[in-house]
């Protein structure tokens, strides 16, 4: 089972590597793929878990893209304001920072819940393999995007 999962995850990672550049709509399912498969392993989750598990982390998922859309559109808010300048008063910036840091603190907890609720699901080792692999993975990702950015912008 092992050596399966980690020759679909060899492959995946190889196709990632190759299409990366050509990644703009396609490339978040290939990337959520890879994460899920890096999971099982990592966690060690057999059939029945990994279902009940990733039913909660795609809703957890659905709820924090609507907290980034909110924050999304409160730096627009925030960014039209700074453009105004002078026009913009002191109240109005302290009302708007103080929604973003309303949002960002509700986002927080949505996280520790959703952690909270694994509990039943998960052991406590697991679900500090998940926060470290989740930072780790997210980083990885960064990296490799702004490589091949980089690597875009030389040609």
Same mark, same amino acid.
């Given at each position: 089972?092992?050596?399966?999962?980690?020759?679909?995850?060899?492959?995946?990672?190889?196709?990632?590597?190759?299409?990366?550049?050509?990644?703009?709509?396609?490339?978040?399912?290939?990337?959520?793929?890879?994460?899920?498969?890096?999971?099982?392993?990592?966690?060690?989750?057999?059939?029945? =878990?990994?279902?009940?598990?990733?039913?909660?982390?795609?809703?957890?998922?659905?709820?924090?893209?609507? +907290?980034? =859309?909110?924050?999304d559109n409160q730096i627009k808010v925030l960014d039209e304001l700074i453009k105004n300048g002078n026009q913009s008063s002191s109240a109005e910036y302290k009302k708007q920072i103080n929604e973003y840091w309303k949002t960002e603190s509700e986002l927080v907890n949505e996280?520790?819940?959703? +952690?909270?609720?694994?509990?039943?699901?998960? =052991?406590?080792?697991?679900?500090?393999?998940l926060i470290v692999f989740e930072r780790h993975f997210r980083d990885e990702i960064r990296h490799i995007l702004m490589k091949n950015r980089l690597n875009g912008k030389k040609h």
């Open positions: 089972m092992k050596q399966i999962l980690l020759l679909l995850m060899l492959s995946l990672a190889v196709n990632f590597a190759a299409d990366a550049q050509n990644r703009k709509m396609g490339g978040n399912d290939k990337i959520e793929q890879l994460e899920k498969l890096r999971l099982i392993e990592i966690l060690n989750l057999d059939e029945e =878990t990994s279902i009940r598990f990733f039913t909660r982390h795609s809703e957890f998922k659905k709820v924090t893209e609507d +907290y980034h =859309t909110r924050l996280r520790k819940k959703f +952690y909270d609720s694994l509990s039943n699901l998960l =052991t406590d080792e697991q679900i500090a393999k």
